[in-house]
């Protein structure tokens, strides 16, 4: 990016050890890599709200009417487990992409029937 940051905002610093990151990893570097390239100085901060605003949007979208049917929840980890090629487990697993420990994954393909076997590459 080519952008130097030395600091981090107290107020920002603060706000992020207090966030609870319920999309795991990949939304801290998000939050992190959007807050660099909107950077203005030296100094690494987000506007107030920002966590917030995103913690909201991610529950609005998660209680989106019909959002969650069985259908569709089938069909989204069926997708992330075609993504990871069956692997469910692990930093790179589905689990992982969904935000969910591997044991409740794991419960929800056996509960909606899912044959996590034909995922698996043979690679």
Same mark, same amino acid.
């Given at each position: 990016m /080519?952008?130097?940051? =030395? @600091? !981090? +905002?107290? =107020?920002? %610093?603060? $706000?992020m050890q207090q966030y609870?990151?319920?999309?795991n !990893?990949?939304? #801290? @570097?998000?939050?992190?890599? =959007? /807050?660099? !390239? #909107? $950077? +203005? $100085? +030296?100094? %690494?901060? #987000?506007?107030p709200g920002t966590l917030r605003r995103i913690l909201k949007e991610a529950l609005k979208s998660a209680q989106a009417p019909g959002e969650n049917t069985r259908e569709q929840q089938k069909a989204r980890i069926e997708a992330v487990l075609k993504e990871t090629r069956g692997r469910i487990a692990g930093p790179d697993g589905a689990a992982a =992409? #969904? /935000?969910l420990p591997a044991s409740t994954l794991e419960s929800r393909i056996r509960t909606l029937k899912i044959n996590k076997h034909l995922f698996r590459s043979n690679t």
């Open positions: /080519g952008k130097r940051v =030395r @600091q !981090i +905002e107290k =107020r920002t %610093f603060d $706000a609870s990151w319920p999309g !990893i990949r939304e #801290l @570097q998000n939050v992190i890599e =959007r /807050g660099v !390239i #909107l $950077a +203005e $100085a +030296e100094v %690494f901060r #987000l506007d =992409r #969904l /935000g």
